[in-house]
């Protein structure tokens, strides 16, 4: 439009905020108060408890020149890093082999192999370390294997690190080496390209940023896992055992936050770099790209199986070996079987109570962790407006994964135990394991709810909108059926968790809320090595009835609600 020669730019008009709009914005503050309270506040305590005396007064970087200058306690940052970097090495080497047979072999029992390599994830860290004690310790049944080194120190830590991660680093390696385009592969053959050549001219450039993300994700469960340390370690210190003596063997506080801000620098560091790096990822599969299907050749195949064969059998037989140990009557010298060891009331340390609250804990965690991310994952991916705050509570959101398990539970210790604090009635109690159990997993599940949610077409709000429906029941009767998929995982993902923690729980419970796993750690810790064993093994076995249960479950649920996804 034009007035006299001179254009006229029209008004810009912005459209009214619904009652949903505020609503979903309500939603969005709580939920950005929620990762305040639960993440932000704790870690501001432990800062500044770490520049403190013990009466409170504030004395800078005294107690950091004080940690720095011990070299008992500063030797541990070489021996953490020492374990982390040889643990990712022998992880990332094998776990690479197992994930290329997995997806780009013709082996038969995939499905098997794959299932025997997960294995681990049931357990808690605590298992392996006590399944290589009756290996190798000094009664153990292969100690000869070793010759004169021990198998409490350095070399259990790397043995039970790399049984611990593998299976971590093999389901993103499997997804890295399941996306392949087969038009490379036979421009490689027509080029008359050998198999070693194209193994780094055309698969590793395809898999590299799964790689380096698999790099970094063992590199940081290694160097913060406080489990097989505390078990095998001997007196080999890293920088977890470390919080642990000072907080709960010194009753030292400060120098305990001093050492929770020394492993959490590595561990922000590997994450942001880890982040850094899937965001310069580009997309390696095209629209026109061709399915990569698997020749079979006879001898790499037979090299490939006996690989799987072998590598099964090792996970196996560790979590075999603590079950076996378990049912021992008095090892070595009684190697009847029976079920005295599970007889957890005599036992110091813990009872079937502990397990009880586990299953209780874990249930709380699955149930409320499910529906606090899901929800505000949903509020923050399709809320309009108020995009700094979205962005906010994003970044928010991606904070867990960088905080290690020890380092959050003595920050809840520091925040929810201070005596001015009004929330401190929770302290020792069910619902503040159940909190730090939900913060500490946090991200996987939202970035899984993400994903889910980013696959909906925005449309349907709009057409909610249009016809006056209210969002939440849009989000009831269609969002939630068609993320079903994803909230089960999500669900599944923090029960087992909350079942196989030990670092984020292991200040905060209390007589009446000891966990299944803390009585385990504390029955080995007082000689009860078989018993210990058995907690592991009830572990294992209700980890993986919850998954079966889940999975059947989940299909009949699918059945019915996922049945548009095959029209």
């Known amino acids: 439009m034009t007035d006299q020669g001179f254009s006229v730019t029209p008004p810009v008009v912005k459209a009214r905020l619904s009652r949903d709009d505020w609503v979903m914005r309500a939603f969005i503050v709580g939920i950005g108060l929620w990762l305040v309270v639960t993440l932000l506040l704790p870690l501001y305590a432990m800062l500044s408890k770490s520049v403190q005396s013990k009466d409170g007064t504030f004395t800078g970087l005294a107690n950091y020149i004080e940690y720095f200058s011990t070299p008992a306690l ?19 080497s094998l776990a690479s082999v197992f994930a290329f047979v997995l997806a780009r072999s013709s082996i038969p029992f995939k499905g098997f192999f794959k299932g025997a390599a997960l294995l681990p994830l049931l357990a808690p860290s605590l298992l392996p370390g006590i399944s290589f004690v009756y290996l190798f310790g000094r009664q153990g049944v292969l100690k000869d294997l070793l010759g004169d080194a021990s198998i409490y120190g350095p070399i259990g830590i790397i043995m039970g690190e790399v049984f611990y991660t593998f299976p971590h680093a093999l389901m993103i390696l499997i997804a890295a080496f399941s996306i392949a385009d ?69 009753q030292n506080f400060e120098m305990g936050a001093v050492v929770s801000v020394v492993l959490l620098i590595p561990a922000v560091v590997a994450f942001a770099v880890d982040r850094f790096v899937q965001r310069k990822q580009v997309a390696m599969l ?9 020749k079979p050749h006879f001898w790499l195949d037979s090299v490939f199986f006996i690989y799987c064969v072998v590598i099964s059998a ?16 008095f090892w070595p010298y009684n190697l009847e079987l029976s079920l005295n060891n599970y007889n957890f009331d005599v036992m110091d340390g813990g009872g079937w109570a502990s397990f009880y609250n586990s299953l209780k804990m874990a249930t709380y965690t699955a ?39 020890m380092v959050l539970g003595l920050a809840y210790i520091f925040f929810f135990n201070h005596p001015d604090n009004p929330l401190g009635f929770i302290y020792g109690t069910m619902p503040i394991l159940v909190i730090v159990t939900i913060a500490h997993f946090y991200t996987v599940s939202h970035l899984t709810s993400m994903t889910a949610l980013k696959q909906m077409d925005p449309e349907f709000e709009t057409v909610s909108a249009s016809l006056k429906v209210p969002f939440f029941r849009t989000f009831l009767k269609v969002t939630v059926p068609v993320c079903l998929p994803a909230i089960l995982d ?18 905060l419970y209390s007589t009446d809320t000891s966990l299944a796993s803390i009585a385990a750690l504390n029955m080995d810790d007082a000689g009860d090595v078989a018993p210990a064993a058995a907690m592991c093994m009830v572990i294992v076995a209700t980890s993986a009835t919850v998954r079966l249960i889940h999975a059947l479950l989940s299909r009949g649920l699918q059945l019915k609600t996922q049945a548009w996804r095959k029209r």
């Open 490 to 507: 999500i669900s599944i993902y923090l029960f087992v968790n909350a079942m196989t923690t030990v670092s984020a729980v292991i200040f």
């Open 74 to 92: 500063f030797n541990s940052i070489n021996n953490s890093f020492f374990i982390a970097i040889t643990s990712t090495i022998i992880t990332i």
């Open 314 to 329: 090792m996970i196996i037989g560790i979590i075999g070996m603590a079950g076996y140990a378990s049912f021992v009557t």
């Open 367 to 405: 149930i409320f962790g499910t529906i606090i991310i899901f929800t505000g994952a949903y509020m923050v991916e399709k809320a309009k407006g108020f995009k700094a705050i979205r962005g906010v509570i994003q970044f928010l959101c991606m904070i867990p994964m960088a905080v290690p398990g």
């Open 286 to 294: 095209t629209a026109r790209a061709v399915p990569y299907e698997p």
């Open 182 to 250: 087969a038009r490379l592969y036979e421009a490689a053959q027509v080029l008359r390209t050998g198999r070693i050549r194209t193994f780094f001219t055309v698969t590793l450039p395809g898999i590299k940023y799964g790689l380096i993300s698999a790099i970094f994700v063992v590199f940081t469960l290694v160097i913060t896992d406080f489990g097989i340390p505390k078990v095998i370690g001997g007196q080999y210190n890293v920088l977890a055992t470390d919080i642990y003596k000072q907080v709960i063997g010194q």
